[in-house]
């Protein structure tokens, strides 16, 4: 197969955790015989400073064009600690979603076995937990009308969603219920909001056309509670813009670091592939990133087009690394490998799987060379 990648690397860490990705695809590429065409394109911070603009119209027609996203982070201190400032690099990334019509947010939350004492929650309250969150995300508050007063003393921002927002990602999540543990938890809160018990209606409609999901419903407050008390209970999520955003990130917690977590967002046409973790710009060429959720985005990208044993032969590289505690120092503060050798060692063993156990012995104790 032949793909046409948008990179998008952005800002901070996003360059280093991007090119290890990269790493992976190509030889996914080398072993599978595809062709993978990367492009690169300016994001974030460096698109504002370069270009004053967050998402210059050359980056997205470079995304338009291509067969998918492979997305880095945005951010920089000096526009995060600056709320005045009227150009952000978060309008890029929104802008970018919107213009490209990534109505679904994928992100999935697993308790690797390996790792669990790592989180700090307890074995057995998290051992078993692999979750799907579906979010929507190019609608409701995020999105919504925002206004401020001439005073500048009462502001509002409008959550607002239509019936044909929350049909096309909740067929997206029964699907996928459908092919996991068929179980759905729709997160909202119907017992205040309108928007929300639109949510609920559109959802039940929908439930029939999926009888062999079981569907259930948890308000979001009980729903953060339930993602710390017990959070094996839940299969696949599914829930609006802003509760997604919250819930996700506490679900990140789980597996003992926010550089596992992939995410994919998918519209009916294009495709962007990122880690859910910020621009981390205090770590920016330090080679402390972990890039282990950019990998396993790249591992998502793979398997949005079907190449699902190419998808499975980097977790299993990655697998194979959080095994032997090949990781950066947020895994293995003791003895961690840098984020270009956690990338080297994660390409070596989809390249070399079985010649690669005689460099485990001498990666393991520290040596820096990966043959």
């Not at 938890?185 to 929908?206: G, H, P």
């Amino acid at each position: 197969m032949k793909l046409d990648i948008a990179v998008l690397s952005g800002d901070g860490i996003g360059p280093e955790v991007t090119a290890q990705a990269i790493k992976a695809l190509e030889a996914i590429a080398h072993n599978f015989d595809h062709s993978f065409i990367f492009k690169e394109g300016l994001v974030g911070a460096i698109a504002i400073d370069k270009t004053g603009n967050p998402l210059p119209d050359e980056t997205l027609e470079l995304c338009v064009q291509t067969d998918a996203v492979l997305f880095g982070a945005i951010g920089a201190p000096k526009y995060d600690n600056d709320p005045s400032a009227a150009v952000r690099p978060e309008q890029g990334l929104l802008k970018l979603r919107k213009e490209l019509g990534l109505y679904a947010n994928i992100r999935p939350v697993k308790a690797y076995p390996t790792l669990i004492d790592k989180s700090p929650l307890k074995r057995e309250i998290i051992e078993g937990t692999d979750i799907s969150i579906y979010r929507e995300l190019t609608g409701g508050i995020y999105f919504g009308k925002k206004e401020l007063s001439d005073d500048g003393n009462i502001a509002s921002d409008l959550c607002e969603y239509s019936r044909e927002e929350i049909e096309r990602i909740a067929h997206l999540a029964f699907k996928a219920a459908q092919k996991r543990r068929k179980k759905l938890t729709l997160v909202d809160k119907a017992n205040v909001l309108e928007s929300s018990r639109l949510w609920r209606k559109v959802v039940t409609e929908i439930a029939t056309a999926y009888s062999d999901v079981t569907l259930d419903f948890l308000f979001v407050d009980n729903a953060a509670m339930q993602m710390i008390l017990n959070p094996s209970q839940f299969d696949v999520i599914l829930t609006e813009n802003m509760f997604g955003d919250i819930i996700s990130d506490e679900a990140s917690v789980i597996g003992g670091s926010i550089g596992l977590l992939a995410s994919a967002s998918i519209g009916n046409t294009c495709c962007m592939f990122e880690p859910i973790h910020g621009s981390y710009p205090q770590a920016t060429g330090k080679g402390i990133a972990n890039p282990i959720a950019a990998i396993l985005s790249a591992a998502m990208l793979l398997e949005h087009f079907n190449l699902l044993g190419e998808a499975n032969a980097i977790r299993d590289a990655v697998e194979k690394a959080l095994e032997l505690n090949l990781t950066t120092s947020d895994l293995n503060p003791s003895n961690p490998l840098t984020t270009e050798k956690v990338g080297d060692f994660i390409a070596d063993y989809i390249l070399n799987p079985e010649d690669s156990n005689i460099n485990f012995e001498n990666i393991h104790v520290g040596q820096s060379t990966i043959i």
